[in-house]
Nanobody
């Protein structure tokens, strides 16, 4: 699996953006996927995760109700729809994959990581 996260950018507070995590290895359908973020000076933080078939998702409290994770295994892509963005959401966002049917909120459960994509939310 070769992950690439993209779709970040500069957004005003209250706006929306969708991140994508694509697998050029075309095997993402056998992996559970998580999204994490890291803001300057802070530790990496779990955001959302989805199981292999997309039937189960899990969110951090900080984004619950605002972010939605989904996947299209036919396109080898996982998405993170982010609505009602806040300046506190500013961070580098990473997607990660684990060779399992089930999601995890622990970063050490993920063996494969894409490069990050920067999201900046202006107030």
């Amino acid at each position: 699996v070769l992950l690439q996260a993209f779709g970040g950018g500069l957004v005003q507070a209250g706006g929306s953006l969708r991140l994508s995590c694509a697998d050029s290895g075309r095997t993402l359908g056998v992996y559970a996927v998580g999204w994490f973020r890291q803001a300057p000076g802070k530790e990496r933080e779990f955001i959302a995760a989805i199981n292999r078939i997309g039937s189960s998702t899990y969110y951090a409290d900080s984004v619950k109700g605002r972010f939605t994770i989904s996947r299209d295994n036919a396109k080898n892509t996982v998405y993170l729809q982010m609505n009602n963005l806040e300046p506190e959401d500013t961070a580098v966002y990473y997607c990660a994959a684990r060779y399992s049917g089930s999601w995890s909120a622990r970063d050490y459960d993920y063996a494969y990581w894409g490069q990050g994509t920067q999201l900046t939310v202006s107030s």
